[in-house]
């Protein structure tokens, strides 16, 4: 099975030797729409590794920000309890259980928690998830969803057909072009997000490994 390259039982082996003490965080950033969520969810599908939800962590009613319309703001850093994400990966670091919260983008507000364990790998997504240096530097490896903006358009409303257009371009696409593609130049591997998912996870699984190395230590 081709998804299965990366995560064979060998280099997992490698990241539990390098790694004793805690698991390997490995960051994927890119403008929404790159499929980040596609390649994480594809990856956690194969065991040994795990998810860990960016936007789960976007700000309440009360504190989000918001355009002059009174809309929420879903663009910015801002609009995301960056101090809690940097807790909760401090501790998924040292191998510990966190709590992450629920979160319902229609009520703008937090619904419940879930009880979120580590595994030997742990993938965070999330579109500003370079853009705040304590968060940045927590990872021991980032790597970038490069797509075009028409393309990841396209497959935003594949999977939204009620998206706002005319938010993206106005308030989504600037927002974007200022907070999220600037922190591309932290990334350790820049993969094209516009390939097919077998290619896209081949290329990342090429990345991850050399980013190990052959000895399995953190290069």
Known sequence: MWLSGFFLPQVLSH?????????????????SGA???????????????????FDAYYKTAKDCPTLTNGRPHWDLPESLYLDE???????????????????????????????????????????????DTGIRNLFDLRLWLDIDEETALVRRLERQPDYDVEYHRLVALPAQRKTV?????????????????KTVTETADEIIQRFLGIDGSIA
Do not use: W
Request: charged share 20%; net charge positive.
């Open 85 to 131: 994400v940097y807790e909760a990966l401090c501790e998924l670091r040292e191998g510990n259980d966190v709590f992450i919260p629920v979160y319902n983008r229609r009520l703008c507000d937090r619904t419940g928690r879930l009880l979120f364990k580590p595994t030997p790998v742990l993938f965070v997504e999330g579109m500003q998830l370079f853009a």
């Open 15 to 31: 990241v539990k030797l390098v790694n004793v003490m805690r698991p390997l965080l490995i960051g994927l950033a890119g403008i």
């Open 181 to 197: 593609v600037p922190f591309k130049a932290y990334a350790h591997g820049i993969i094209d997000g516009s390939q097919s998912i």
């Open 35 to 53: 499929g980040k969520s596609t390649l994480a969810e594809h990856l956690e599908a194969q065991g040994g590794v795990k998810r860990f939800r």
